[in-house]
Structure formats: C-alpha cells, structure tokens
C-alpha cells in the first residue's frame, strides 16, 4: 500500500509560480512511476506530468511542456511539480498518483492517488 498526500497549492496571480509535493508512505515508492494530473468540474481528470521510478524519464503534456518541471525525490519519498508562467487555464485540482506500469497518461495504469490541492491562478 502507498498513500499519497499533496500539499503546495494556493492562489497566484497569471505568470507566478507555485512548487506542489506528493509525499509518499511507505517504503517501495521508488519502485513506481509517478505521475501528476488534473481535473476541473465536469472535466475528464488529465495528465500533466510523468516521471519513471529512478527519475531517469519523464514526459510533459504538450499544454505544461516548457512551464513545468517534474522531479522526486526517492530519499525523502516525495515526488515535486514545479509550475512556473502560469495561466488561468491551469485552475484545477492537482492530483499525484503512483503506479507500477511506468509512465502513462492514462489514468487507468495507476494504483494510488492522492486526495488532490487546489491550483487557483487569477488573470
């Protein structure tokens, strides 16, 4: 079992920046890829960002490719968003997720989610 818990969301003007972690329980996070999503009211949950076991591979969505970085961390259990030049259309619940078959974008391939925060930019 992993639990996940995300934390670093706020309110920030368009063109700021905000840093979101996903600290992981548990003991095997560096086995599993990790991956960022989002989700606004009666929308599909979308991926944003991915990232591979050992942090060696990641993959962007082509909307946040260049404005946001994905990382972790294996020794501190915690995966980071770091989201620069945001915009309004980045308004959403940001939600990690953990999952053994590598990276995807498909919601399906994860296991464990976290509860989500709450990503408000104002134009």
């Known amino acids: 079992q992993v639990q996940l818990v995300e934390s670093g969301g706020g309110l920030v003007q368009a063109g700021g920046s905000l840093r979101l972690s996903c600290a992981a329980s548990g003991r095997t996070f560096s086995s599993y890829a990790m991956g960022w999503f989002r989700q606004t009211p009666g929308k599909e949950r979308e991926f944003v960002a991915g990232?591979?076991?050992?942090?060696?591979?990641?993959h962007y969505a082509d909307s946040v490719k260049g404005r946001f970085t994905i990382s972790r961390d294996n020794a501190k259990n915690t995966m980071y968003l770091q989201m620069n030049s945001l915009k309004p259309e980045d308004t959403a619940v940001y939600y990690c997720?953990?999952?053994?078959?590598?990276?995807?974008?498909?919601?399906?391939?994860?296991?464990?989610w976290g509860q989500g925060t709450q990503v408000t930019v104002s134009s």
């Open positions: 990232i591979s076991d050992n942090g060696g591979w990641t």
């Open positions: 997720a953990a999952g053994r078959g590598g990276i995807s974008v498909q919601t399906t391939v994860y296991d464990y």
